[in-house]
């Protein structure tokens, strides 16, 4: 048995997973991949040579399915059991990030295309290329993502990735989509198409139908939403001093300090998000990152807090726009964050979507869609 069935199964037997006939196929169909991976031979190896041609491409995963299904859940087993150095798992938004910067480099140098030594430089960084929530919902990307990836499959790296959207509908109504479409028959041809979308949204579950916003800040609230935290990332309250921080990028070179980072789920205190210049750029890249993010100790605000008002409006427009679920610690009602003086009527439209934003519906929503 591989690596990854071995835990997966440890996992369930533990009780930590609840079995799922879903995942249990999809964790097949991955373990497979993982044994490919592992005894592939290394380009440009004796063994290789002596293959005396190329050897053949090994077929990536795309995994694709509604929110909460273990989606990035078993990627990250299957990374980490994955027994091979050249391996990466990064954020799409990130990765997405990271080419345009390396081609902006390479377009400096004014060498001629850029695509190929792009590729060539992300193929010797990693030969197993994991890819977090794909989703391609700008221009930029659509038209990027076709060249780099036949020439990354090209160069023989194996694509795992997971998406809330089978490949047909990605960039479903995007600008000019007829120039994404090879993008879409590459996929279909290169990687395994495997859903995963039974029954159960386990994030929602885990949840249990705990409310997200809290009211006052305090004690009482922190507790609840440390809960809240841990079951969404299976973290140790023991371990809770240990959480990891992480810094992010942010379009135009500048980054971002994420106080509490894990499993897709970010923490941050009002004042560290909106009591500092920050701007759209900071809020879409934490909007793109996380499907969840939690924030504690929002203030009532008046017109003597107009700028931080003003960013947390843009915060909350971003979260909402990428669908990401946000837990809260305020001291007031959404409706009474807000009420009254210069800027009260536009704060109206946030403190709606605040509202919403506590649905069933919205709770239930696929991130980035
Ligand atoms: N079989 C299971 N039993 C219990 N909990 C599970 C099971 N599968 C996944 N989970 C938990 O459910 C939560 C959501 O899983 P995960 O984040 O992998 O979903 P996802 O499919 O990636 O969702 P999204 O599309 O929003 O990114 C995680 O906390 C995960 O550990
Ligand atoms: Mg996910």
């Avoid at 305090?218 to 959480?243: C, I, K, M, N, W």
Wanted: glycine share 6%; charged share 25%; hydrophobic share 45%.
């Amino acid at each position: 048995m591989t690596a990854l069935a071995a835990r997966y199964r440890e996992l369930v037997a533990a009780d930590e997973l609840r079995p799922d006939p879903d995942q249990e196929r999809a964790v097949a169909h991955l373990a497979e991949l993982s044994k490919a991976l592992e005894v592939a031979p290394r380009r440009g190896s004796i063994l290789w040579r002596a293959l005396g041609r190329k050897p053949e491409p090994i077929r990536g995963v795309y995994l694709w399915g509604g929110v909460g299904r273990g989606k990035s859940m078993l990627m990250d087993l299957f990374f980490e059991c994955l027994a091979m150095p050249s391996k990466r798992r990064v954020h799409f938004h990130e990765f997405m990030l990271d080419v345009h910067n390396r081609l902006r480099a390479e377009r400096a140098k004014e060498k001629g295309d850029p695509v190929l030594p792009v590729a060539d430089a992300l193929r010797d960084q990693a030969r197993l290329l994991a890819l977090d929530e794909m989703v391609v919902n700008n221009t930029a990307d659509a038209a990027i993502l076709s060249r780099v990836f036949t020439a990354l499959l090209e160069k023989g790296v194996t694509v795992v990735t997971t998406s809330n959207r089978p490949p047909v509908d990605l960039y479903k109504d995007g600008q000019n989509r007829e120039l994404f479409l090879p993008f879409i028959d590459l996929i279909s041809e290169r990687l395994d198409i495997v859903p995963l979308n039974g029954p159960t949204d386990y994030r929602l579950d885990r949840l249990g139908g705990m409310p997200t916003w809290y009211v006052p800040n305090g004690e009482a609230a922190t507790v609840q939403l440390r809960e809240a935290f841990f079951r969404l990332t299976d973290y140790s309250p023991d371990d809770a001093a240990h959480v990891p921080s992480e810094d992010i990028d942010v379009a135009g070179g500048r980054s971002l300090h994420v106080p509490k980072s894990l499993k897709g789920v970010a923490v941050f205190s009002f004042k560290r998000l909106c009591g500092e210049a920050r701007g759209a750029p900071d809020y879409l890249a934490v909007a793109r990152k996380y499907h969840t993010v939690i924030i504690v100790g929002i203030p009532v605000m008046g017109p003597e807090k107009r700028n931080e008002a003003a960013r947390f409006k843009t915060l909350i427009d971003a979260l909402y726009e990428y669908k990401v679920k946000l837990l809260a610690a305020a001291d007031a009602q959404p409706t009474a964050l807000y009420e009254s003086g210069d800027g009260a009527f536009e704060f109206e439209r946030t403190a709606s979507r605040l509202i919403e934003m506590q649905s069933a519906d919205y709770m239930a929503a696929g991130h980035g869609i």
